[in-house]
């Protein structure tokens, strides 16, 4: 019996070791991946710098931008869904921090059908603790708005090009936002807006929303 025990403690370990070295091989490549997702679109916030004053100029090369951007996600896209086929949604404990924001940037980058069937998925490691429930809101927010459906969080700001300013996009029930963002640990909206240089005011975005609802269908 005491064999078996000790039999049984060393193959443990021996599985542990594997699974420990093949989870920093997958850590290690999520974080290239990550270092491929941002690239792309640190050059699209160059790019509107750079060109600001010049709509025409801007609308050119921000379509050369995007379209690298989106075969680089989804080239992104098939290594992250064979981890998520196999592993399931690792932690950070797994792969690090780096490599589980990974997971959820590439899914928030993906086309709408593989965010619906990767949905349920990050919902359940919310609950297990192997992802954030924060960057679960942007998810939810970007497959509701994709559905036709308003957002919930406030967390997708689009850019017109047209206009050549950022808005909030079609929200929920603007009044309650700030309430359901502290639930998942996101900061207030007036907070989360200064990125964009934006100031929040909940009475004018009620008043603008049916005219913001026209400028997103539009895009």
């Known amino acids: 019996m005491r064999n078996l025990i000790v039999i049984f403690l060393i193959f443990s370990f021996l599985f542990s070791e594997a699974q420990s070295a093949k989870f920093d091989e997958i850590r290690k490549l999520l974080e290239y991946i990550h270092l491929l997702d941002q690239a792309g679109r640190e050059k699209s916030d160059s790019v509107q710098k750079v060109h600001q004053g010049d709509s025409v100029q801007m609308m050119i090369q921000m379509k050369k931008v995007w379209d690298d951007i989106h075969i680089q996600d989804s080239i992104n896209q098939i290594s992250v869904t064979k981890i998520l086929d196999k592993y399931g949604w690792l932690g950070a404990k797994d792969i690090g921090e780096d490599g589980n924001t990974t997971l959820f940037l590439v899914i928030q980058h993906a086309d709408l059908p593989v965010q619906e069937k990767y949905l349920p998925m990050m919902r359940d490691a919310v609950k297990k603790g192997n992802a954030k429930a924060s960057a679960l809101a ?28 950022y808005y909030v996009q079609p929200l929920d029930d603007p009044d309650n936002v700030d309430k359901r963002r502290a639930s998942v640990g996101l900061p207030p909206m007036s907070v989360y807006l200064g990125h964009w240089y934006m100031k929040w005011d909940v009475e004018q975005y009620k008043k603008d929303l049916p005219a913001i609802e026209k400028r997103f269908k539009g895009q």
């Open 138 to 165: 942007l998810l939810e927010d970007r497959v509701a708005l994709r559905q036709g459906r308003k957002q919930i969080y406030g967390s997708q700001v689009g850019w017109d090009m047209i206009y050549n300013d």
